[in-house]
């Protein structure tokens, strides 16, 4: 191990020392389940780089034999300056450097070797991608920790789980994925935006009430909803290290614009939906729940939450299983059944809706 890991897991292995010593004070039994989490997650770092330091040998071996192949190649071919060329490649490369640049021009050897550099590359970007997954893990069951250990108060121990939360965030590595991964983001939302500002507008008729389910389009512009979801995300400490639970509660906050009449019996319905983490394609119904609110005066607001569901899914690559949180629908209806108000996210639920709120709880459905 090269000196760089050694200083980037210094405060980690420095973490595990200071758990020994709690092990021996009031709050045992939380330091031991910390000291099994900091277990799981050195586990999940050594099997990452485990398994990138396997296909990279593997990708050598692989290099080095089409290097013997060309060189052989151009033996019977009666090309010695190229088989010189293959050969002096493959001679430094096993001795040296692989990645190193060959010294030839032979446009096969170079094209080979662009190809074997490339793919280490690739090989370098997964790896670290996967450290970084695995640090944002345990991150949140950290999160967790703290806000357990301050429940309980155990000040101690949610002191050490912050300082080693700052570790974590600290490390160059990780900072630099970080903000790789916030400029993604800017850009996918960058390009929805365009995409939502390009797409082509039609003129619409003017609703008319279609029995007691019409939509009524004129209420809702007097209705500002909000709604927010709670997810404490959580590590399984019956399962394996990157196994999580979501405790799913949405919070649906209601405000009336309305200067006249006052809101009664309205109905919140909110379905939460998970998609599989094996297939784009396939749904969970995580939460289905109707809230209700008997009056919303002129003016007012009001604040409901529903109940909390749990949800387990690991979407780490070596056993992926279960549906992660992905989206939701919500509606609300007066008394007779109108709609006054709908909202769903991601926007691709607005087109689907009707056919999302088919589904029962904990239905498994295709979209």
Known sequence: M?????RRRG????????????????????????????KGYRQ??????????????????????????????FRDAGNLSYMLAAKNTLRFAKQGDPLAAPKTDVDRVVSLYQAFRAA???LNRQENEGRYRIMKVMLEHLDSFIEESVKNDKIEL??????????????????????????????????RNNAESTRPVFPTPTPVPAGPRGMARLEQALLEVDLTKKNLARHDQQGDFDDQVQNICFIVSIQSRELVKNYEDLRIKVWGVGRDVNSRHSYKMLLQETLKLDS?????????ETRTVENKFDDSQYAKFGHKFYGYVLEIEDKNGNTLF????PSRFEREAEEIKKHRENQVFRL
Do not use: V
């Open 2 to 6: 090269n000196l760089d890991i050694l």
């Open 11 to 38: 405060g980690m292995l420095l973490g595990i020392l200071w758990i020994t010593g709690c092990l021996q004070m009031a709050f045992a039994q939380d330091a031991a389940t910390y000291k099994r989490l900091w």
């Open 44 to 73: 999940a770092l050594a099997k990452n780089q485990e398994t990138y330091a396997e296909q990279r040998a593997e990708m050598n071996r692989k290099y080095f034999a089409a290097l013997e192949a060309m060189e052989k190649e």
């Open 120 to 122: 280490h590359g690739s």
């Open 158 to 191: 949610a002191e050490l789980a912050k300082a080693e939360t700052g570790n974590i965030r600290n490390d160059p590595d990780f900072m630099a994925a970080q903000q790789a991964e916030d400029m993604r983001e800017q850009e996918l939302e960058r390009a």
């Open 296 to 304: 919303l005066p002129r003016g007012r607001s009001a604040e409901l």
């Open 342 to 345: 709908s909202k769903a996210s």
